[in-house]
Structures are given as structure tokens and as C-alpha cells.
């Protein structure tokens, strides 16, 4: 009888499969303009994977970035984003210095680096000369990233928008498409709460998010008007009409089993994880037989694409190798230039290193991190436990997710020294919760009826077969605040209350007064001589 019912769902598994998967052939050969323009390559690295599957696919597909994409397919273009500065790279090495800075702080230089990147996208030769071109698209995929203006390339190209998100859904997500976000459990994404807020903790979501939205308001979104007008003159859609009408989907690099349950509209569609190998690349020798060589193991070491280590303070750098040197596991430690000196027995020190096929490995018994979404979403699909050391942006909310859940712990980098290093490294190693929770979660995100690269395919190209698929988008997008959270219901309601508590309470006033009126005039009956 069991076998029976297995091979009736797998039979119907089959046919689900094939179903969209003769739906998918069907969709011709499309032409997809992706726009990836931020200077960080762990942004583009999501991007670029999703468009190199859509050429593999067979569409032909023109990407605008700062980064060429290696053996691209021949359906595959570059679209070359040329900053004059090391705008990026200048961040990065003030980054650990910075560290102290408020958030106010932090978001206003995010708010001018964003300016720059839009900018410098608008204004770069090729970028130009494809604007001014007589070229033609059937589909804008756009990185939503406080990059509002570059939705002037749909309207220039007359094309719906699939928005992707590197980090998950975001204040900036949702007035794309009119999505919830109840702060009541919804953490801010810049955040370190999570969805187990007490009441200061809720009131300071409250309060960040309004700050965040202020901030968007009155310094991104102008930014954002002014290239708008000044790049697209000949624009047929305001800025304000593509932001509500203009998205008609977003991919969001995030999943249920990775982060905490929140309400989607059905035009937010989550991939987390579709950018890990399924199928695992064959290491290259020399860090195959270093880990396969490790008797008690090795910890992968990794502060991601973007952070520089050399320019972590020196007595910091110095606990870490400490530690590190003393513990029986082997280190594989990504380092940005040639000044480490540490045991080349023990130590593997490279620029670069291919993490995902790393963490597959099953001798690799840590991973430490900054706490990356992609880093965090590697770790979690390979079943390896973390010690994070978040430094900015997404990190902190991630790590906060890892300690609820008890995969991870986080170190803060204000607080990071010889005593807090070791004891996370030690307990995270000692207790094998923290491995068992993370093989838990591992096999909750694995469980999905179609791979994350293949839902993002088959929703990329729903938008294609269905003309845009405007009847995705929300009526939300046309209430503004007060409307889309009922606030002037609920003040006709109260004021229609009050005015019956006042018509009420006036008329019994009325009424008291009239019998006491009457009964003063009425005569008591006693004669008097």
C-alpha cells in the first residue's frame, strides 16, 4: 500500500514537472535588459547567475554592470559600468573604522553612495550609447537598491520590470508593490531584532523605520527625480507612476526556512538560494588535499567579497590569529593581501577561494563569517555552523536570526578580542546543537518542489507570457499611507462614536434637566395658614 502511494506522488510530481516544464518551452526567445549596477560583486554575483541561466535558456540577454561575466554564453552581452573613482574600495577600507558610527551616520553615506552608483550607471559611455540606441527589450530585470530612477530603462524600452532583491524584502521592496510589513513582527532588514520584538524593541523598529522612510523621502527620492529627468527627458511615465505601476514582480533572495515568516503579496516570489551549486565543482588540488589532509578538520574563514581583513585594527587581528593558531582544527582564511605571516602547516591564506564548493566539503566543521546573506544562505544549504562577526548593512539581522535559531553566534566587532573570539569559536564547536540545528534547517530548504534558480526562471518568464502580468500588481500601489492603513476609517468611525456619545449624553443632560424643571414647578400638596 505504501509503495502504491509513492509511486501515485511521484507519478504526479512527474506530471507537475512536465507541465511547467512544456510551459516554460513554449515562451520564445526573449530579449532581457538586466541592470546590476552596484559596485559590490556579491550583488552582481546574484544577478549575473540568474541572467547566465536565462541565456543558457536560450533568451538573449544584455547585462549592465561594473563586472564581465567569464565564458559567458553567446547569448550572453556586457553593458560596461565605468566608475572614475574607487568610490566602492574607499568604503570598504574606512568600513572597520567606522564602525562606531550611528545609524543616522550610516544611512546618509549609504544615501550618497547610491547617488553615485546611479550616477555613474546613467552617465557611463556604454550605458549611454545604449539608451540612444534603436535597440528594443521585451523585459527589464532590475536590482532594487535605492535605484528608483533606473526604472526610466522601462519606459525607454516600453517593458515590464522584474525587480530582484540581494538582501530580502525591505521598506524599499514593498513600495514597489504595496506588500505588508507589520513592525509589530517584521524586523527592519538594517536591524539587529528579530521577530520576537518586546515592546522597546518594537518602538525602536517603529521609530528606525519611520526614520528610514523620512530619510528616503527627503534625500534618496529627489536624487532619484532629478537623474530621472535629466537622463530621460522623453519619459511617457513619471518617476512616481513606474514606482506604483511600473514592477511587476520581485524576486527576493530570501526563504522562509532562512529567515522569519512574513506576509507576501503573490507578486514577491523567494529564491533564497538559488545562486548555491546543486551540483558540487571538484575542488582544485592543492585545498583538496589541505582540507582532506586536516585530521581534526578545518574552518573556512571568510569576512566575504566586499570587507578587507588587513584593514581590521591591529590588536583585533592579532587576538584572531591567536585563536585561530591555537586551535587542532587547519584554517582555509581569505585574505585580501600579502602581509599575512602565520604557519603555512596550518594556515591556507588566499584572495580568493571557491566558498561554496569549500563549505560542501563534509571535513569543513565552521565557517566564519561577516554574516553575508549569501554567506549565511551557503552555510545553511551545506549544513556547516557559523560565528559571525557582522560589520554592516543585512549582517546583523542575519546573525540575529542564526542565534535564535541556533545555528551560529555572533561576535560584534566592537567587542571582538582574544575572551570572546574563542569562547564563540569553542562553544559553537563543543555543542553539537549548533551543527544539528543547522542540518535541520539545511533540510528545510532543500525541501522545495521546484529549485530556487528554476522558480525564478518560471516567474521571469510569467511575467513574459502573460504581457507584463499587471494583474500582479497590488491596488495598494494606488492608496497612500492614511488610505492603505485605514486610518481616515477609523476616525470616521471614532468621530461617528463620539458624536453619539455626545448626541446621547446631551440629550440626557436635556432630558435631567427638564424633569428636575418639572418637579421643582409641581406643588408639594400641604396647605399652609
Given at each position: 500500500?505504501?509503495?502504491?502511494?509513492?509511486?501515485?506522488?511521484?507519478?504526479?510530481?512527474?506530471?507537475?514537472?512536465?507541465?511547467?516544464?512544456?510551459?516554460?518551452?513554449?515562451?520564445?526567445?526573449?530579449?532581457?535588459?538586466?541592470?546590476?549596477?552596484?559596485?559590490?560583486?556579491?550583488?552582481?554575483?546574484?544577478?549575473?547567475?540568474?541572467?547566465?541561466e536565462?541565456?543558457q535558456?536560450?533568451?538573449?540577454?544584455?547585462?549592465?554592470?561594473?563586472?564581465?561575466?567569464?565564458?559567458?554564453?553567446?547569448?550572453?552581452?556586457?553593458?560596461?559600468?565605468?566608475?572614475?573613482?574607487?568610490?566602492?574600495?574607499?568604503?570598504?577600507?574606512?568600513?572597520?573604522?567606522?564602525?562606531?558610527?550611528?545609524?543616522?551616520?550610516?544611512?546618509?553615506?549609504?544615501?550618497?553612495?547610491?547617488?553615485?552608483?546611479?550616477?555613474?550607471?546613467?552617465?557611463?559611455?556604454?550605458?549611454?550609447?545604449?539608451?540612444?540606441?534603436?535597440?528594443?527589450?521585451?523585459?527589464?530585470?532590475?536590482?532594487?537598491?535605492?535605484?528608483?530612477?533606473?526604472?526610466?530603462?522601462?519606459?525607454?524600452f516600453?517593458?515590464?520590470?522584474?525587480?530582484?532583491?540581494?538582501?530580502?524584502?525591505?521598506?524599499?521592496?514593498?513600495?514597489?508593490?504595496?506588500?505588508?510589513?507589520?513592525?509589530?513582527?517584521?524586523?527592519?532588514?538594517?536591524?539587529?531584532?528579530?521577530?520576537?520584538?518586546?515592546?522597546?524593541?518594537?518602538?525602536?523598529?517603529?521609530?528606525?523605520?519611520?526614520?528610514?522612510?523620512?530619510?528616503?523621502t527627503?534625500?534618496?527620492?529627489?536624487?532619484?527625480?532629478?537623474?530621472?529627468?535629466?537622463?530621460?527627458?522623453?519619459?511617457?511615465?513619471?518617476?512616481?507612476?513606474?514606482?506604483h505601476?511600473?514592477?511587476?514582480?520581485?524576486?527576493?533572495?530570501?526563504?522562509?526556512?532562512?529567515?522569519?515568516?512574513?506576509?507576501?503579496?503573490?507578486?514577491?516570489?523567494?529564491?533564497?538560494?538559488?545562486?548555491?551549486?546543486?551540483?558540487?565543482?571538484?575542488?582544485?588540488?592543492?585545498?583538496?588535499?589541505?582540507?582532506?589532509?586536516?585530521e581534526?578538520?578545518?574552518?573556512?574563514?571568510?569576512?566575504?567579497?566586499?570587507?578587507?581583513?588587513?584593514?581590521?585594527?591591529?590588536?583585533?587581528?592579532?587576538?584572531?590569529?591567536?585563536?585561530?593558531?591555537?586551535l587542532?582544527?587547519?584554517?582555509?582564511?581569505?585574505?585580501?593581501?600579502?602581509?599575512?605571516?602565520?604557519?603555512?602547516?596550518?594556515?591556507?591564506i588566499?584572495?580568493?577561494?571557491?566558498?561554496d564548493?569549500?563549505?560542501?566539503?563534509?571535513?569543513?566543521?565552521?565557517?566564519?563569517?561577516?554574516?553575508?546573506?549569501?554567506?549565511?544562505?551557503?552555510?545553511?544549504?551545506?549544513?556547516?555552523?557559523?560565528?559571525?562577526?557582522?560589520?554592516?548593512?543585512?549582517?546583523?539581522?542575519?546573525?540575529?536570526?542564526?542565534?535564535?535559531?541556533?545555528?551560529?553566534?555572533?561576535?560584534?566587532?566592537t567587542?571582538?578580542?582574544?575572551?570572546?573570539?574563542?569562547?564563540?569559536?569553542?562553544?559553537?564547536?563543543?555543542?553539537?546543537?549548533?551543527?544539528?540545528?543547522v542540518?535541520?534547517?539545511?533540510?528545510?530548504m532543500?525541501?522545495?518542489?521546484?529549485?530556487?534558480?528554476?522558480?525564478?526562471?518560471?516567474?521571469?518568464?510569467?511575467?513574459?507570457?502573460?504581457?507584463?502580468?499587471?494583474?500582479?500588481?497590488?491596488?495598494?500601489?494606488d492608496?497612500?499611507?492614511?488610505?492603505?492603513?485605514?486610518?481616515?476609517?477609523?476616525?470616521?468611525?471614532?468621530?461617528?462614536f463620539?458624536?453619539?456619545?455626545?448626541v446621547v449624553?446631551?440629550?440626557?443632560?436635556?432630558?435631567?434637566?427638564?424633569?428636575?424643571?418639572?418637579?421643582r414647578?409641581?406643588?408639594?400638596?400641604?396647605?399652609?395658614?
Amino acid at each position: 500500500m505504501i509503495s502504491s502511494k509513492n509511486n501515485v506522488a511521484a507519478v504526479a510530481f512527474l506530471c507537475l514537472v512536465f507541465v511547467i516544464g512544456n510551459n516554460r518551452v513554449m515562451v520564445e526567445s526573449a530579449k532581457i535588459l538586466g541592470i546590476f549596477p552596484t559596485a559590490s560583486k556579491s550583488h552582481w554575483i546574484l544577478g549575473s547567475s540568474l541572467l547566465k541561466e536565462l541565456a543558457q535558456d536560450g533568451h538573449e540577454v544584455t547585462m549592465i554592470s561594473p563586472f564581465p561575466l567569464k565564458n559567458a554564453p553567446k547569448t550572453y552581452r556586457d553593458v560596461n559600468i565605468a566608475y572614475n573613482t574607487n568610490l566602492f574600495d574607499d568604503i570598504m577600507d574606512e568600513v572597520f573604522e567606522k564602525i562606531d558610527d550611528s545609524i543616522v551616520e550610516k544611512m546618509m553615506e549609504l544615501g550618497t553612495f547610491v547617488n553615485e552608483i546611479t550616477n555613474t550607471t546613467l552617465s557611463s559611455p556604454e550605458v549611454q550609447a545604449l539608451i540612444h540606441s534603436d535597440e528594443t527589450f521585451d523585459l527589464l530585470i532590475l536590482e532594487i537598491f535605492l535605484d528608483d530612477a533606473l526604472l526610466g530603462f522601462a519606459d525607454r524600452f516600453n517593458c515590464p520590470v522584474v525587480g530582484m532583491s540581494t538582501f530580502g524584502a525591505s521598506s524599499w521592496v514593498n513600495s514597489l508593490t504595496g506588500s505588508p510589513q507589520p513592525l509589530s513582527y517584521v524586523p527592519h532588514p538594517m536591524s539587529s531584532f528579530t521577530d520576537k520584538m518586546n515592546f522597546w524593541q518594537r518602538l525602536g523598529n517603529v521609530l528606525f523605520s519611520a526614520f528610514d522612510e523620512t530619510l528616503l523621502t527627503a534625500m534618496c527620492n529627489p536624487i532619484q527625480q532629478r537623474h530621472y529627468n535629466h537622463y530621460f527627458p522623453n519619459a511617457t511615465r513619471s518617476l512616481d507612476e513606474m514606482r506604483h505601476h511600473g514592477v511587476s514582480l520581485v524576486l527576493i533572495n530570501s526563504h522562509f526556512s532562512l529567515s522569519f515568516p512574513r506576509p507576501y503579496l503573490p507578486n514577491l516570489i523567494e529564491v533564497g538560494g538559488f545562486h548555491v551549486n546543486r551540483k558540487v565543482n571538484p575542488l582544485p588540488e592543492d585545498i583538496k588535499s589541505f582540507i582532506e589532509q586536516s585530521e581534526h578538520g578545518v574552518i573556512y574563514f571568510s569576512m566575504g567579497s566586499n570587507l578587507k581583513p588587513s584593514k581590521m585594527d591591529k590588536q583585533k587581528r592579532n587576538d584572531v590569529i591567536k585563536v585561530l593558531s591555537n586551535l587542532k582544527q587547519n584554517i582555509i582564511w581569505k585574505w585580501d593581501d600579502d602581509t599575512l605571516v602565520v604557519d603555512k602547516k596550518k594556515f591556507l591564506i588566499g584572495k580568493w577561494f571557491p566558498q561554496d564548493d569549500i563549505l560542501a566539503h563534509p571535513n569543513v566543521k565552521l565557517f566564519i563569517t561577516h554574516g553575508g546573506l549569501l554567506s549565511c544562505t551557503e552555510s545553511i544549504y551545506h549544513g556547516v555552523p557559523i560565528v559571525g562577526i557582522p560589520i554592516f548593512g543585512d549582517q546583523l539581522l542575519n546573525m540575529a536570526r542564526a542565534e535564535q535559531s541556533g545555528w551560529g553566534i555572533g561576535v560584534t566587532y566592537t567587542e571582538l578580542n582574544e575572551q570572546t573570539f574563542s569562547k564563540a569559536i569553542t562553544t559553537v564547536l563543543g555543542d553539537p546543537s549548533y551543527t544539528a540545528n543547522v542540518k535541520t534547517i539545511s533540510r528545510r530548504m532543500r525541501d522545495q518542489p521546484l529549485a530556487p534558480m528554476d522558480t525564478a526562471k518560471f516567474w521571469v518568464e510569467y511575467v513574459l507570457r502573460h504581457d507584463g502580468a499587471k494583474h500582479l500588481i497590488s491596488s495598494a500601489q494606488d492608496l497612500n499611507f492614511v488610505q492603505y492603513n485605514n486610518l481616515d476609517v477609523y476616525l470616521f468611525i471614532v468621530a461617528v462614536f463620539l458624536t453619539i456619545v455626545f448626541v446621547v449624553r446631551l440629550s440626557f443632560r436635556k432630558l435631567y434637566r427638564a424633569l428636575f424643571k418639572r418637579n421643582r414647578n409641581t406643588p408639594t400638596g400641604k396647605k399652609t395658614n
